[in-house]
């Protein structure tokens, strides 16, 4: 069993910045894809990002350029820079992470607004 535990959500104004982490625990040996997606009210769930073991990354086309997923394999921790918000960008964010199989962080709120 997999714990995901996320921080860094938060309020800040357009253009400015936050950075997500989300820590796993458990009985752990090698994770494989790790990531983020987020859900907006009336909107579906939708990948923002994602890392794999072999450092392979995926991202949106509506964050490239903005935003840099990274991760710590010895802390189990993915982080999600988030540069030059926008209001768009106002969702839940949930940490994903594949370990045989799929596990969900609780969501932390990011609103963007002046």
């Known amino acids: 069993q997999v714990q995901l535990v996320e921080s860094g959500g938060g309020l800040v104004q357009p253009g400015g910045s936050l950075r997500l982490s989300c820590a796993a625990s458990?009985?752990?040996?090698?994770?494989?894809?790790m990531g983020w997606y987020r859900q907006a009210p009336g909107k579906q769930r939708e990948l923002v990002a994602c890392?794999?073991?072999?450092?392979?990354?995926n991202y949106a086309d509506s964050v490239k350029g903005r935003f840099t997923i990274s991760r710590d394999n010895a802390k189990n921790t993915v982080y999600l820079q988030m540069n030059s918000l926008k209001p768009e960008d106002t969702a839940v964010y949930y940490c994903?992470?594949?370990?045989?199989?799929?596990?969900w962080g609780q969501g932390t709120q990011v609103t963007v607004s002046s």
């Open positions: 994903w992470v594949n370990y045989y199989q799929d596990y």
């Open positions: 890392i794999f073991s072999g450092g392979t990354t």
């Open positions: 458990g009985s752990i040996f090698r994770i494989n894809g």
